[in-house]
């Protein structure tokens, strides 16, 4: 796992700390994934759809660490999504939600 140091996360310039790569011991409750859709300041417009549920223990839990906690389920639901229209620089932000 590679720690690293995001930044500008908001207005304050502050940053925080996340992780790429690897294999993971846990997941926390609700997960945030985000695609980057951007290579060499052009927008990728790939059609991407994404599933209701991610079931992260598929695949032989390829994802976790051997001393990951076996019992604990990661399964996850979609709740929303957030869409980008435009360029790199400007464009429109759009967010799906799934109705509970």
Same mark, same amino acid.
């Given at each position: ?17 996340? &992780?790429?790569? =690897?294999? +993971? ?7 945030? !994934? /985000? $695609?980057?859709? &951007?290579?060499? =300041?052009? +927008? ?7 599933? !209701? /549920? $991610? ?6 839990? +390829? ?38």
């Amino acid at each position: 796992m590679t720690n690293i140091s995001c930044k500008y996360v908001d207005s304050t310039s502050s940053s925080i700390q996340a &992780f790429s790569g =690897g294999r +993971k011991k846990c997941l926390p409750h609700v997960l945030h !994934l /985000q $695609l980057n859709r &951007f290579h060499d =300041g052009t +927008k990728l417009n790939d059609r991407y759809e994404f599933p !209701l /549920q $991610l079931d992260l223990e598929r695949d032989n839990r +390829k994802y976790f660490s051997a001393d990951a906690d076996k019992s604990v389920r990661n399964i996850y639901t979609l709740h929303s999504v957030l869409v980008q229209s435009g360029e790199v620089n400007h464009g429109h932000y759009y967010a799906f939600m799934v109705q509970v």
